[in-house]
């Protein structure tokens, strides 16, 4: 159920809960090493001195570089003794980083994704199950506690082994799963495989997330499933997921904002902006015992969607992640976002689920070519067809994003796939 006393808290009443839980932060990161070097760095002798919300910005941002250097416990807030969890990023782009978690800050991430969960409309007679990677990644545990405090049958599943994940699904009739969109789009092509029309197989409810991915991914997705899916945000240096959701307005993700301090900032001269205005997510932990962060720059690319959600939930929502402010590729100098071209993939019903972007230097220009799967069903057989196809595909990109790609369809099931976070870019330009 809907918790009304901090989920439609007054805008007035959660900023005085945030001034009192950054200052909790400031005295937690007075006990790190890496924030004790930093604040004696800046003057800041006592979590007193902030008086209000806004003095956030007299404190410098925290780098996922800073977070290297701190590693293994330069963050760490707490008494050896009172941790009981540690978790690692997936590395994504480079080295990994890790969380502390007390006691405590295991029972408030929970409760951030049951109260996700919840906002999804997911009940405790609903199964989960889950097909997220258990261990160091976050996305396998968050939801699963969230789930079992909801009360939902979970089913621990994890990532891959697909024949077993449909069996499952048939066996304990699952209605919600929770996996990222690349491998949910995968799993569409294997449960066709199987000889399985996929609305066949009841579930109701996706949650997807882990990786960025277009409005045109969700639609394919609840259209071949016969689902609703909904986008879940999160980083294993917030927790994990449980960070922002979407609720069943569909229209932004709420990011529970009495536990994170939300920012968005210009990523190159690093000024705050205004809601509508997508920048940089920044973020700081309001509740966090064992490792707080302050001012922790995401990388990730959003904006504040103006305005109260139909839903009633007062945090505030943020769109769609567009990328992150690093995997912005450059080509032949214009910037283009993978999420760009997915858009436009995504569109066409002949295109199948899987694609990869490769880039490669021809003669000191850079040679951008779209490789995608392609429903050979879909097609008349007729090879003027394809190539209509290909030019429409080709035309769309050039005029959304100005780059001149080659467009290669192969079979469905003939691109790499990864077990976790889809590898969308192959940039041989690094290589050279
Ligand atoms: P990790 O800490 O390994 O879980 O990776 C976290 C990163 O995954 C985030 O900073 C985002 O770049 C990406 N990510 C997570 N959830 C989403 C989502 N729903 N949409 C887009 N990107 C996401
Ligand atoms: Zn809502």
């Known amino acids: 159920m809907l918790n009304r006393e901090i989920e439609t808290i007054e805008r007035s009443e959660l900023e005085k809960l945030q001034l009192t839980r950054f200052r909790f932060t400031l005295s937690q990161a007075f006990k790190t090493e890496f924030y004790k070097k930093r604040f004696s760095r800046i003057g800041l002798s006592s979590p007193e001195d902030i008086q209000q919300l806004s003095d956030i910005k007299k404190i410098p941002f925290t780098t996922k570089d800073d977070l290297r250097e701190g590693y293994p416990e330069g963050f760490l807030a707490v008494h050896k003794d009172e941790v009981v969890r540690l978790h690692a990023s997936s590395g994504t782009t480079g080295m990994p980083t890790v969380v502390h978690h007390t006691k405590r800050d295991l029972d408030n991430w929970t409760r951030l994704c049951t109260r996700s969960l919840i ?30 405090a909801l009360g939902m049958l979970v089913i621990p599943a994890g990532a891959g082994n697909t024949k ?12 919600v799963v929770h996996a990222t969109p690349s ?11 199987e000889g399985i029309t996929p609305p066949k197989l009841g579930l109701k409810k996706a949650m997807i997330g882990a990786e960025p991915h277009s409005e045109n991914i969700r639609k394919k997705l609840e259209d071949i499933f016969k689902i609703d899916a909904y986008n879940s945000y999160g980083m294993s240096e917030m927790n994990g997921p449980g960070v922002a959701f979407e609720c069943i307005a569909k229209d932004g993700m709420h990011l529970w904002e009495d536990a994170y301090y939300m920012e968005i900032i210009n990523p190159e001269s690093c000024e705050n902006l205004g809601e509508d205005c997508e920048g940089e997510l920044v973020l700081t932990t309001l509740e966090r015992e064992a490792t707080p962060l302050i001012r922790y720059r995401t990388r990730d690319l959003t904006s504040v969607i103006a305005g109260l959600c139909s839903c009633g939930r007062t945090s505030r929502r943020i769109r769609r992640i567009k990328g992150r402010s690093d995997d912005m590729l450059i080509i032949n100098g214009v910037n283009l976002f993978p999420s760009q071209i997915e858009a436009i993939l995504m569109k066409h019903p002949e295109v199948g689920t899987n694609y990869l972007i490769q880039i490669e230097k021809k003669s000191s220009l850079d040679k951008i070519t779209v490789k995608t799967e392609i429903y050979p069903k879909l097609f008349s057989g007729e090879i003027t067809d394809l190539d209509r196809v290909k030019k429409v595909i ?18 469905p099931g003939s691109l790499p796939v990864s077990q976790g976070k889809a590898v969308r870019v192959s940039d041989l330009r690094k290589e050279e």
Do not use: P, W
């Open 119 to 148: 906002a999804t409309g997911a009940t405790k007679s609903d199964t989960f199950q889950n097909m997220m990677t258990y261990g160091l990644f976050t996305g396998g545990l968050g939801l699963h506690y969230g789930a079992e």
């Open 164 to 175: 077993r994940q449909i069996q499952l699904m048939r066996d304990f009739k699952t209605t």
């Open 183 to 193: 491998y949910l789009l995968h799993m569409a092509d294997e449960v066709a495989k």
């Open 394 to 411: 080709h035309d769309e990109i050039k005029s959304a994003c100005l780059v001149n790609a080659s467009i290669e369809f192969h079979e």
